[in-house]
T-cell receptor
Framework: AQTVTQSQPEMSVQEAETVTLSCTYD???????LFWYKQPPSRQMILVIR??????QNATENRFSVNFQKAAKSFSLKISDSQLGDTAMYFC???????????FGDGTTLTVKP | DTGVSQDPRHKITKRGQNVTFRCDPI?????LYWYRQTLGQGPEFLTY????????KSRLLSDRFSAERPKGSFSTLEIQRTEQGDSAMYLC????????????FGQGTRLTVV
C-alpha cells in the first residue's frame, strides 16, 4: 500500500515571500502520478499542480513549482511570491497509473501573513 | 456546468438513523469518487465508479455503507445505523477518462452524528 507523509502540519509565510511544503511517499510502483491540492477554508479542494513520475522535468504552474526527486520519493511544492489568497490547507496525493483512487497526506495548513 | 455539487451540505442525525447523500458530477465525467475527511486529516478513499460500475471499495468501508451510481450520472452514498464515528466530511469528486486526469471535488457534505 502507498503512504504519503506531510511532516509540516502548519506553516506561515510573509506575503510576497517564498515557501516550500514537503511531501514524501512510499511505493513500490514505477509509474504513478503525484498531485498537490489546495483546500481553502470552507471551500472545495482544487488541483494546484500535477507531476507524472516518468517525467524528469519538474512541473510548474505560474507561481507554483515542484521539486520531484523520484529516487528519494520526495515531492515538495514551492510557492513563490506568496499571496493572501494562498492561505489554505495543502494536500499532497499519490495515484498509481490506471488506478482510480488517490492516497492523500494529512495536509499542511499554510497561512500567508500581510 | 457549475462543477461537482453535493447535497445536503450539512446533515445532523441521531445515532442509529440512516442518512443518504447525493453527488452530481460534472456532466461529461465518467469517473466518480467518494472520500471521507475527518478534522486534521487528509481525504480517505471510500469507493469509486466508472460509469455505473463500482470498481473499487475500500476495506475500511463497513457493511453499513453503500454507494450507487445507477445511470452513470449522479451517485448516492448511504450510511445505515449511523455511529458517532461516522461524523466527518464526505467528499465527492469526478474526473474524465482513464488517464488519471484532474479530479474535481465538490464542497462536501458535513455529517454530524449526535
Amino acid at each position: 500500500a502507498q503512504t504519503v507523509t506531510q511532516s509540516q502540519p502548519e506553516m506561515s509565510v510573509q506575503e510576497a515571500e517564498t515557501v516550500t511544503l514537503s511531501c514524501t511517499y512510499d511505493t513500490s510502483e514505477n509509474n504513478y502520478y503525484l498531485f498537490w491540492y489546495k483546500q481553502p477554508p470552507s471551500r472545495q479542494m482544487i488541483l494546484v499542480i500535477r507531476q507524472e513520475a516518468y517525467k524528469q522535468q519538474n512541473a510548474t504552474e505560474n507561481r507554483f513549482s515542484v521539486n520531484f526527486q523520484k529516487a528519494a520519493k520526495s515531492f515538495s511544492l514551492k510557492i513563490s511570491d506568496s499571496q493572501l489568497g494562498d492561505t489554505a490547507m495543502y494536500f499532497c496525493a499519490f495515484m498509481k497509473q490506471q488506478a482510480g483512487k488517490s492516497t492523500f497526506g494529512d495536509g499542511t495548513t499554510l497561512t500567508v501573513k500581510p | 456546468d457549475t462543477g461537482v455539487s453535493q447535497d445536503p451540505r450539512h446533515k445532523i442525525t441521531k445515532r442509529g438513523q440512516n442518512v443518504t447523500f447525493r453527488c452530481d458530477p460534472i456532466s461529461e465525467h465518467n469517473r466518480l469518487y467518494w472520500y471521507r475527511q475527518t478534522l486534521g486529516q487528509g481525504p480517505e478513499f471510500l469507493t469509486y465508479f466508472q460509469n455505473e460500475a463500482q470498481l473499487e471499495k475500500s476495506r475500511l468501508l463497513s457493511d453499513r455503507f453503500s454507494a450507487e451510481r445507477p445511470k452513470g450520472s449522479f451517485s448516492t452514498l448511504e450510511i445505515q445505523r449511523t455511529e458517532q464515528g461516522d461524523s466527518a466530511m464526505y467528499l465527492c469528486a469526478s474526473s474524465l477518462g482513464t488517464q488519471n486526469t484532474e479530479a474535481f471535488f465538490g464542497q462536501g457534505t458535513r455529517l454530524t452524528v449526535v
